[in-house]
């Protein structure tokens, strides 16, 4: 009997399933966060989704970490199964929200994984968690630690946001998806995104008033990034010097994908993720050792 065709976003074949626990941990202000919990080690890797993403989004990466990682996937606040009635949204509320996760998990060395929107949430999460968040590592995330939208161009997005939130983000994941990523992929991305709840758009608008070098100064962990090489409409590229003036920064990028390189080539994605954190961990160790080959934005192979 021949096997069922893999569904867009299904899990690699490399990938081995793994037992998780599914938790519901209060938050602060006792909203119900949701998220999984597997695998074993004395390093967790709590991984962040972007604004309007879930928890899902890191379907490839639960089972391939698990055999190394304690590794929390969590619905940020607002978002899938978590809970929605919030009085106030922020970015700096969900990082409170990551660090009443790792308190309740009793996580005690970590190392936040941010997409996206959860980049940012990580930097805020690592000032208020020193000592047990030791490194972040963003996601086509933390490009370029100075660069602010203009004005018009924020309220502009917030205003199609706010008259027609599914249209307008069917349009804005459209562009955000590399020109050869996968038709059903693309679809799936504009489904889950498109049902999140329009609320969410108070977290964006709180995000493009955040300061971001202040973030990156305060964060006091080294930040990679694994970001794309471009090839999507919204593409922003990776300043690496700039973000290096604010911190331990070093990025690497993808050939080939858009915003979404952990779902878009999710084989190529772990190895670099891979390469990171045994360049953070080897670093930690040996602090004073010099670093050979630093992680610049490169699209080659680390050297660590």
Known sequence: MPSAPKQAGSQPEHGAERPFAKKTIRAGDGLGLVGEVSGHGDTALVFLHGWCGDREYWKHQVGPFAADYRVVTLDQAGHGESGKDRKVWSA?????????????LGLKRVILVGHSMGGPVALLAAKRMPGTVVAVVGVDSLHNAESQLPEEVRTKFLADFDKDFKGTMRVVVGGMVHEKTDAELKEWLVTRAEAQDPKMVAIMRDLFGLDTVRAFKEAKVPVRCINSAGGYQFFTPTAVETNKKYADFGAVTIEGVG????????DEFNRRLRDVLKEVCDQEVSPSRPVRGTIGSTSGPLEV
């Open 259 to 266: 915003h979404y390189p952990m779902l878009e080539k999710p």
């Open 92 to 104: 700096a509320g969900l990082a409170g929200d990551v660090e009443a996760v790792a308190k309740s």
